[in-house]
Nanobody
Framework: VQLQASGGGLVQAGGSLRLSCAAS????????MGWYRQAPGKQRELVAS???????IYADSVKGRFTISRDNAKNTMYLQMNNLKPEDTAVYYC???????WGQGTQVTVSS
């Protein structure tokens, strides 16, 4: 299984981005997945996770602004990020928890 993250970019505060994580392989739908982020000089942190059945969990810092979802037919997970803040600036990674597989990361930069 390989994960390919995309969708990052530069956006002004208050703007929106949608990240995508495309997975290879036919077992995508079976396993929980998540989005992490790592800002310069900080530890990587869990932003949101989604179970195989669609149950979601969010970090307090993004609740009400970010939405994680998955389309099992497309083997793709998404992170819709609204009302972005400068403190959301980080490299965002997707992860499949079952086998500890990481995507390559996509940079999100929010300017004030």
């Amino acid at each position: 299984v390989q994960l390919q993250a995309s969708g990052g970019g530069l956006v002004q505060a208050g703007g929106s981005l949608r990240l995508s994580c495309a997975a290879s392989g036919s077992t995508f739908s079976r396993y929980p997945m998540g989005w992490y982020r790592q800002a310069p000089g900080k530890q990587r942190e869990l932003v949101a996770s989604i179970s195989s059945g669609g149950s979601t969990i969010y970090a307090d810092s993004v609740k009400g602004r970010f939405t994680i979802s998955r389309d099992n037919a497309k083997n793709t997970m998404y992170l819709q990020m609204n009302n972005l803040k400068p403190e959301d600036t980080a490299v965002y990674y997707c992860k499949q928890f079952e086998w500890d597989i990481w995507g390559q990361g996509t940079q999100v930069t929010v300017s004030s």
